[in-house]
């Protein structure tokens, strides 16, 4: 089934540890996004991708890194996580059809760091 | 830069009565809006958006470049709609959507 997964759905993890958070789509989209939402608070795009090997950073600054190896995934990477890490992440991916982009979102990863 | 306000964030209201969540937007050039929804244990969905100029689950929303407003709109509450409901918008050449702070609505029975 065509869908947008992320993995894993909540992480709890220490100070200091590296951690990468997946997305993977099979939808067969080119563009793909990172967003970061705080409890209450809107989406904040830390990255975005219009293919392979093509990132860029976005809105909020992020110490986070991705990469676009393959179309379906876009991985993001925290090396030494941190407690102002702590948050939400929505990954995202989109398709234009006729015109119109449609962003489809995946069901988000919760991370704590102690 | 652009910028989307949605100064509610918790609108109560009762089954059946008329329902408006106000959405302001700030951008220079000719936007496109759109209104997602998260259900309660659900992920982030695309709920309409004003180039379609469409009604899903009753709900309508009008661009007012004038105003820059994108208000959404139900005449008639219902439970199901109970929700966080974000306004975003996409700016000309970059898909990457700018979202407001969200607004919870709570219709009660």
């Known amino acids: 089934e065509a869908d947008i997964y992320q993995t894993p759905r909540y992480l709890v993890i220490g100070t200091g540890k590296k951690i990468t958070l997946e997305c993977s789509q099979t939808m067969g989209h080119d563009k793909m996004y990172w967003y970061q939402q705080d409890p209450g608070m809107e989406l904040h795009l830390i990255h975005y991708s219009y293919g392979v090997n093509s990132t860029e950073k976005g809105d909020l600054s992020s110490e986070s890194t991705v990469s676009r190896i393959r179309t379906e995934h876009f991985p993001l990477t925290l090396e030494s996580a941190r407690p102002s890490h702590t948050s939400q992440y929505l990954c995202?991916?989109?398709?234009?059809?006729?015109?119109?982009?449609?962003?489809?979102f995946g069901p988000g990863t919760r991370l704590l760091v102690l | 830069a652009q910028r989307v306000t949605q100064p509610e964030k918790l609108l109560s209201v009762f089954k059946g009565a008329p329902v408006e969540l106000k959405c302001n937007y700030s951008?220079?050039?000719?936007?496109?809006l759109f209104w997602y929804v998260q259900y309660s244990r659900q992920r982030l969905q695309l709920l309409l958006r004003?180039?379609s100029r469409e009604s899903i689950k009753g709900f309508t929303a009008d661009l007012n470049k004038g105003e820059t407003s994108f208000h959404l709109k139900k005449p008639f509450a219902q439970e199901e709609d109970s929700a966080m409901y974000y306004c975003?918008?996409?700016?000309?050449?970059?898909?990457?959507?700018?979202f407001g702070s969200g607004t919870r609505l709570q219709v009660q029975p």
């Open positions: 995202a991916s989109s398709e234009s059809t006729g015109g119109r982009e449609t962003q489809y």
């Open positions: 004003h180039i």
């Open positions: 951008y220079s050039g000719s936007p496109e």
């Open positions: 975003a918008l996409s700016s000309t050449g970059r898909r990457a959507l700018t």
